[in-house]
């Protein structure tokens, strides 16, 4: 087990609503990544959060927001939901913003209907 | 055992052998690199890592070798086990701030015993 722990385990929408989704780090880690993975495929980054600042950013649009808070849990948010936004949600902590190892957690399996 | 000289979705091997899996990088600027395993329904679990200025480094039944000349990563299995079953990912890294894991192609494993 990594210590990163992601709440809610699974969760189903309906097209255009908002979805938030949580993620507490591992103790020590001041840097969390967010990831959607679709079915069958790799990760892919949506953007990085280093002491509560967003510290990178992948090809998401701008629907595709997040949080960081002092205790350096993470929240991603996600507004109006498209059927592609079906996905297995990840973050990652890690103890710097580059070149560090990331530890994931288990996901948010998002279903948007 | 088996082995693999370019990027397959799957390999299937039988328990005991050893295993090779095969993976190409994209960005000859990279210098981190790991190798993830995911298994059905899981976050991706850290196996091993390399930085460029090494060559090959291994861990406990696994060794990953690093070929920067062609941009190519190998991740070797020794022994493999039923429990070794699950999707590998090589994932490459700047050591930037900010920087994002790109991910290879996952080669799916299967362990017969």
């Known amino acids: 087990e990594t210590g990163v722990t992601q709440s809610p385990t699974h969760l189903i929408k309906t097209r255009g609503q908002q979805v938030t989704l949580r993620c507490s780090s591992q103790s020590g880690h001041n840097t969390v990544s967010w990831y959607q993975q679709a079915l069958g495929q790799g990760p892919q980054f949506i953007f990085q959060?280093?002491?509560?600042?967003?510290?990178g950013r992948g090809n998401f649009p701008p629907r595709f927001s997040g949080l960081q808070f002092p205790n350096y849990s993470s929240e991603l948010n996600v507004n109006a939901l498209e059927l592609d936004d079906s996905a297995l949600y990840l973050c990652a902590s890690s103890l710097g913003t580059g070149g560090d190892t990331q530890y994931f957690g288990p996901g948010t399996r998002l279903t948007v209907l | 055992g088996e082995s693999v000289g370019l990027h397959l979705p799957t390999l299937s091997v039988q328990e005991g052998d050893n295993s090779i899996i095969n993976c190409a990088y994209s960005n000859s600027a990279s210098d981190y690199f790991i190798w993830y395993k995911q298994e059905s329904g899981k976050g991706p679990q850290f196996i091993i890592d390399i930085r460029s200025n090494m060559d090959k480094r291994q861990g406990q039944r696994v060794t990953v070798l690093l070929n920067k000349t062609v941009k190519h990563l190998s991740l070797q299995i020794a022994a493999t086990q039923p429990g070794d079953s699950a999707v590998y990912f090589c994932a490459e890294s700047l050591n930037q701030a900010g920087t994002a894991l790109i991910f290879g192609k996952g080669t799916t494993l299967s362990v017969s015993s």
């Open positions: 959060y280093y002491r509560e600042e967003e510290n």
